[in-house]
């Protein structure tokens, strides 16, 4: 169910663990985003499963090899960010709203 849950996610948009973690815990049950983050950490759909596109709640990339994408560094995270579309701040924190449309 979290990877059908980040698949749905399109290119150009993000979504953030707390969004997917909120979804998840009305649809099916508890669910921390803690566990999203091991999850995607094990991603072995990539890039189906596109996880570079899921960051914290302020809109940070993260961490890198901590998370999913295969160990990318953040850096490359931003630069497939970037690839999509996607704009950051001066601080480095994605700018637009974030997708939560999920079904």
């Known amino acids: 169910r979290t990877m059908l849950l980040v698949a749905q996610v399109p290119p150009g948009r993000y979504?953030?663990?707390?969004?997917l973690a909120d979804f998840?815990?009305?649809k099916w049950g508890m669910m921390s985003?803690?566990?999203f983050g091991g999850a995607?950490?094990?991603?072995?759909?990539?890039p189906l499963v596109p996880d570079h596109r899921v960051?914290?709640?302020n809109g940070g990339v993260g961490?890198?090899?901590?998370?999913?994408?295969h160990g990318a560094s953040v850096e490359e995270r931003v630069e497939m960010l970037r690839?999509?579309?996607?704009?950051f701040d001066i601080n480095g924190?994605?700018?637009?709203?974030?997708?939560?449309?999920?079904?």
Do not use: H
């Open 83 to 87: 690839e999509e579309g996607m704009r």
């Open 55 to 57: 960051v914290a709640s």
């Open 33 to 35: 985003r803690r566990n």
């Open 63 to 69: 961490r890198g090899v901590d998370y999913g994408n």
């Open 15 to 19: 979504t953030t663990y707390i969004a």
């Open 93 to 103: 924190k994605l700018l637009g709203s974030t997708f939560s449309e999920f079904r």
């Open 40 to 46: 995607l950490k094990k991603n072995e759909w990539w």
């Open 24 to 26: 998840y815990r009305e």
